[in-house]
């Protein structure tokens, strides 16, 4: 596999696209053994294609571009004003909010960033915002995306882990309200300081905050609506995607009235470049993982790791560092994809949890897309508001200290991560 790992950093630094990157060097694996059919590459690409347990990702993708046309998007904003426009720095903290908002309608942290950058940035930046802060809020704001139901970095783990999605949905609630309580101290400190203006001259009402959650309240029902369908056992994750669809599709339709033929349609469009873009890098990531099994190559990370040490606390944040590293140059889907089945069976021998652990796993590659050099959600936020990249990421130093540190606090508390999910689907 040392063979197969060259080839895939080698074709990464070409800038050769990720599907592609991946599909090649696993394919050098079968070179090497030629006893192995060269059917075989083909034979696991299709079969995995075939995964049922994968349509949840399609079709909450498929949902989340419904929703964002559905006009969710301008309420949330509204609450998010009415919840933080008070506060020091005023757009930075609505920004946060939204982003913890968000989650239940995009799922990804990339297309958050880049909707922030365009929603919110100029306005950011003429309230006398520096640049790089504007864009390092934004960017790691977005941090909060995926973590909020239904998140795809939860769906892919859950999928390819055979961990329940739904206790991650859970878990996910607990981990995003921790992450957002870190980076809106961070921003108000940095705001304080220089006396960045509020966005409301005061607290918003009970009687305003309760109109905006009226008027969000479908945005904010969806979250609660897939955890509790999952708990009762009325779907299973496969067919909740389905009726989010059919949810989306009702709210833009009937209650805001807001998704018109022409919406509709640029919904279905924007999915099928975003699911074709999943699904083939999925695809392909089957015969990377083909000769990862074949290899051994998680018993031999295993070995290493029990080398090391045997607690289990110890090994999560080791490969937490890990994934944060490897975030620098790979995408967390890729990550994510590639790495559950390597690193969830250390975690498990070692009788670590497997929600707890993929908190802290998902938590990690998820950084990777606000740092450098090959940030996604960073070059978006930057490009868009024309930040160089030096000064994004001396602005953002702080924003990346809060996030790492999160990391660190749900490895050393799984009853943190865990006690919404125990709560909901027992122990």
């Known amino acids: 596999m040392l063979i197969v ?138 941090v909060l995306t995926p973590l909020v139901p239904p998140g795809i970095g939860m769906i892919l783990y859950g999928t390819i882990g055979q961990v329940s999605i739904g206790r991650l949905f859970a878990a996910g609630l607990t981990v995003a309200v921790a992450m957002w309580l870190a980076l809106a101290l961070t921003a108000s400190l940095t705001a304080r300081r220089r006396a960045y203006p509020t ?57 805001h009235r807001k998704m018109k033929l022409k919406g509709f349609v640029e919904g279905l469009e924007s999915s099928l470049s975003d699911i074709g873009a999943v699904m083939f890098l999925i695809a392909l990531s089957a015969i990377f993982s083909y000769g990862i099994v074949l290899d051994r190559v998680p018993e031999v990370i295993a070995n290493l790791l029990l080398g090391a040490t045997e607690n289990v606390t110890l090994v999560m944040i080791l490969i937490a560092l890990v994934v944060v590293l490897a975030g620098f140059f790979v995408d967390a889907t890729v990550l994510i994809i590639m790495l559950t089945p390597i690193v969830l069976p250390v975690v498990q021998e070692l009788g670590g949890d497997s929600v707890h652990f993929g908190m802290v796993f998902i938590v990690a590659a998820t950084i990777g897309n606000f740092t450098p050099p090959v940030g996604a959600a960073m070059y978006a936020v930057c490009s868009i508001l024309r930040c160089p990249m030096g000064e994004y990421w001396s602005e953002s130093v702080p924003l990346f200290l809060a996030v790492t540190g999160v990391a660190v606090l749900i490895a050393l508390a799984p009853g943190l991560v865990l006690f919404l999910p125990n709560l909901i689907f027992g122990g």
Not at 131 to 139: E, L, M, N, Y
Not at 211 to 218: M, S, T
Not at 221 to 244: H, K, N, Q
Request: glycine share 12%; net charge positive; aromatic share 8%.
């Open 199 to 255: 966005e409301r001259p005061a607290r918003a009402s009970l009687g305003e905050m309760g109109h905006a959650a009226r008027l969000g309240v479908w945005a904010l029902l969806f979250p609660v609506f897939l955890i509790v369908g999952l708990r009762a056992g009325l779907f299973t994750p496969s067919e909740i995607g389905a009726v989010a669809v059919l949810y989306a599709v009702f709210v833009g339709v009937l209650i």
């Open 5 to 142: 790992a060259v080839a895939f950093v080698i074709l990464m630094l070409m800038g050769m696209p990720l599907a592609f990157a991946i599909g090649i060097s696993g394919s050098l694996f079968f070179v090497q053994h030629p006893e192995l059919p060269f059917t075989i590459p083909v034979q696991v690409t299709v079969s995995q294609t075939q995964n049922f347990a994968l349509l949840a990702i399609p079709l909450f993708i498929l949902a989340g571009n419904f929703m964002n046309r559905a006009g969710i998007t301008e309420r949330l904003l509204d609450l998010a004003s009415a919840l933080t426009g008070h506060l020091r720095g005023g757009l930075a903290q609505i920004s946060l909010a939204l982003s913890a908002l968000m989650g239940s309608v995009s799922g990804s942290a990339i297309a958050d960033a880049a909707m922030q950058s365009r929603l919110l940035g100029d306005g950011m930046i003429r309230r006398g915002f520096t640049r790089g802060f504007a864009a390092g809020v934004i960017s790691f704001g977005s």
